[in-house]
């Protein structure tokens, strides 16, 4: 292997490493553990394209984590979901410190707030807030994360962290979960657990896509139908139907007796076929920061 292979592969490497941290970031700051996982994904293609990629770059994290920054503020844009405060507009507040005990409360606050909660905050407190409370980012580091002076990051804080306090108090920590389920799913479900994998395999339309998070896409009823053979040679899964972010999805336990899914599926369906599943059985970390209601 000569050198510059094995800097590239230390670099891939050290992205790889990277992603639950950044998904951590991406999905509060986007709202949803979808939508955060599509800016990972979008962040790390970006990544390798940027220059200095052998290792060069003087501070790596620092570094990727604008990057991923850039692309959620880029996809809030494009969804049109992002408030019209910009970071450069953020009010100063007097350059004082919380105490320690407020750092911790502050910490609990916003580890314990549902995701989509946050797109409730203006986005230059959002990003500060996320940064320091939930992934313990210095406020030195977050100035040079962001490129704000130490006061108006020192703002930022104070004011999404009021907010965040506010809104807590008036909506609850936790979001109501009343939903139907879906008879496609219900039958997905049972075939899936009963290893009845040809009428599975029936389902599939005819351009039916896969999607597993690093690794390449799939698509066509042939190669997505590789996908149940993989499963009927492991045992470590059993499926229920649940809930995340308003969504229906298939959640993943290692066994019946496994008290939090280890991840999910989300399958989507046209004219009563399956049209793609996406399967985050390689992105156990979306699974961590989601919120999943089993029916």
């Known amino acids: 292997m000569t050198g510059s292979e094995s ?20 999905a509060r700051l986007t709202g949803s553990v979808f939508d955060g996982e599509d800016v990972v994904q979008t962040t790390l293609v970006r990544a390798t394209r940027e220059p200095d990629e052998s290792g060069q770059v ?9 990057i991923a ?3 959620a503020i880029d996809f809030l844009r494009a969804k049109a979901r992002r408030s019209t405060e910009s970071l450069d507009a953020l009010a100063l507040l007097p350059d004082e410190s919380l105490p320690d005990p407020a750092e911790t409360l502050a910490r609990q606050e916003a580890t314990s707030t549902a995701i989509e909660r946050f797109l409730l ?17 210095s406020l030195a580091e977050i100035t040079s994360l962001l490129g704000l002076s130490l006061p108006a990051a020192k703002s930022a804080l104070h004011r999404g962290r009021a907010q965040l306090q506010k809104l807590n108090g008036a909506l609850g920590h936790s979001l109501p979960e009343g939903r139907s389920v879906s008879p496609e799913l219900a039958r997905y479900v049972t075939l899936f657990n009963a290893r009845d994998w040809d009428p599975l395999r029936a389902l599939l ?3 039916v896509r896969l999607d597993q998070t690093a690794r390449p896409p799939l698509q066509g009823r042939n190669a997505v139908g590789n996908f149940f053979t993989r499963y009927a040679a492991a045992d470590d899964w059993y499926l229920a139907i649940a809930w995340v972010e308003g969504r229906e999805v298939a959640a993943v336990f290692s066994d019946k007796k496994a008290e939090r899914a280890g991840y999910f599926m989300e399958i989507r369906w046209s004219a009563g076929e399956i049209s ?11 699974a961590e920061n989601a919120v999943i209601a089993v029916v």
Do not use: Q
Request: hydrophobic share 40%.
């Open 276 to 286: 793609s599943i996406r399967d985050f059985r390689y992105a156990r970390y979306v």
């Open 7 to 26: 800097s590239r592969e230390e670099f891939l490497s050290r992205l790889a490493e990277m992603r639950p941290e950044l998904h951590r970031y991406c």
């Open 205 to 207: 339309a005819t351009d």
């Open 58 to 66: 003087r501070n790596f994290r620092a570094w990727l984590f604008r």
């Open 69 to 71: 920054h850039n692309c």
């Open 121 to 137: 905050l203006p986005i230059g407190p959002r990003s500060v807030v996320i940064l320091k409370d939930v992934l313990g980012h």
